[in-house]
C-alpha cells in the first residue's frame, strides 16, 4: 500500500529500496484509498493523491522489471504448463506453469487435462513464449 496517512518522502524511499532489494517475482501494490468512518481517514498527514500515484507507479514499475527478469531465466528451459485457453482460429495456446509464469504457444490438437511440457523460447511482456514438446 503507498499513501497510507503519514508516509513521507523518506519512509516511501526506504520501502522503495527494500522491496528493490528482495527476490520476489510478483507485487501486488495499489494506494491507500480513503474510507469514511475508518480510523485511517481521521489521521493527520493524508497523502496527496498525485504523490500516492507516483508512489504507486515507482512500485509497480519495479515489481514489472522484476517479474520481467524472473521470466527470463527460464528461457532456454522447460516448464510443465496447466493448459487454461485454447484459441480455435489462432491455435495459440495459453497456460500457467507450477511457478505462475504465463506461457503461450502455438499449439495442435491434444489433451487438455494433461499438463503441457513448453520449451522457453521468450518472454512478451508479463508472458513467456515457448513451443510445445
Not at 76 to 96: F, H, M, N, P, Y
Not at 105 to 129: C, M, Q, Y
Request: net charge positive; proline share 3%.
Amino acid at each position: 500500500i503507498t499513501g497510507f496517512p503519514g508516509e513521507s518522502d523518506d519512509s516511501f524511499e526506504r520501502t522503495y529500496r527494500f522491496f528493490s532489494s528482495l527476490p520476489v517475482d510478483y507485487a501486488h501494490v495499489f494506494s491507500y484509498s480513503r474510507r469514511d468512518g475508518t480510523e485511517a481517514a481521521g489521521m493527520a498527514d493524508q497523502v496527496p493523491e498525485r504523490t500516492k500515484k507516483l508512489r504507486t507507479s515507482r512500485l509497480r514499475e519495479a515489481g514489472e522489471e522484476k517479474r520481467h527478469k524472473f521470466i527470463e531465466r527460464f528461457i532456454g528451459r522447460d516448464l510443465e504448463v496447466i493448459v487454461e485457453k485454447v484459441s480455435a482460429k489462432s491455435k495459440v495456446c495459453q497456460g500457467t506453469s507450477d511457478n505462475y509464469i504465463k506461457v503461450e504457444w502455438k499449439g495442435e490438437s491434444f489433451d487438455r487435462t494433461l499438463p503441457a511440457n513448453v520449451h522457453i523460447t521468450g518472454r512478451n511482456g508479463d508472458r513467456a513464449v515457448g513451443t510445445r514438446r
